[in-house]
């Protein structure tokens, strides 16, 4: 299956994701960042094309793939249905009216549900984080990494259909709303602000292009050292982890 077959329900998505599939060092530093969260059988929501998955499933986790996307659910049966540490791929609606008969099969199923870069995509997010808690175990683990401040909302933003942008504190009410417990919390990428707001914010661009990703993924070594420069306190994107109790 080509990303292209893609391109008629999710054009910028699936060009964006195609762009940024090429930035490995990019993709395995937000893989790196989530990894100490995950154990047991996990679950992500809105895998795509696959970007972070090919990391959980080469360390060998049990992960079951998922995307609400009909283009991007046949693109992961394609492309991850013979490895043995796939578990399953199935399409999820988190916002489905029906969520807890519809997917009564995956109640409390997972020790880990993680989601990156998606909630922002989706209108209602307390129902969203209420409808993965049904889906954890006791104990269970929630991660999510979501785009960072209302203040860097732009083109690119509204290309991708995202509803909002996120502070760590207004991440952190959803999730308590929920009955969930925070675990950690912090931001990612600092770095990425400014070229955030340079590309999307004064050029106005409707997507981030090719050449940018790969002179930023170039960056990330020291992009890395400047996020812990700043100890986390500030980013292009927030990340929080809490456990359902």
């Not at 100490?36 to 795509?48: Q, R």
């Not at 981030?208 to 890395?224: Q, T």
Request: hydrophobic fraction near 40%.
């Amino acid at each position: 299956m080509n990303i292209n077959s893609i391109s008629d329900t999710d054009p910028l998505g699936s060009k964006t994701l195609e762009t940024i599939s090429k930035a490995s060092n990019f993709n395995r530093w937000m893989y790196s960042e989530i990894k100490p969260f995950l154990k047991g059988e996990i679950l992500e929501i809105g895998s795509g094309i696959g970007n972070i998955s090919q990391y959980a499933i080469s360390d060998g986790f049990k992960i079951t793939l998922s995307d609400f996307n009909a283009g991007y659910y046949q693109w992961l049966k394609e492309s991850f249905s013979n490895f043995p540490s796939v578990q399953n791929i199935i399409q999820i609606d988190l916002l489905h009216p029906d969520f807890q008969e519809k997917y009564s099969f995956l109640q409390e199923k997972f020790d880990s549900v993680f989601l990156l870069n998606v909630i922002e995509h989706i209108v209602d997010d307390i129902t969203a984080v209420k409808n993965c808690k049904f889906l954890m175990k006791q104990n269970g683990h929630l991660i999510i990494l979501a785009p960072a401040y209302k203040w860097l909302y732009c083109r690119f933003d509204r290309e991708l259909g995202h509803h909002r942008r996120y502070t760590l504190r207004s991440m952190k009410q959803i999730l308590k709303h929920n009955g969930l417990q925070i675990r950690s919390g912090n931001y990612f990428n600092a770095a990425g602000i400014l070229g955030w707001l340079y590309f999307g914010k004064i050029m106005n661009k409707k997507m981030i292009g090719n050449d940018e990703m790969s002179a930023f993924n170039r960056f990330v070594p020291l992009a890395r050292i400047i996020d812990r420069l700043t100890l986390k306190k500030v980013g292009l994107s927030v990340i929080t982890s809490s456990i359902k109790q």
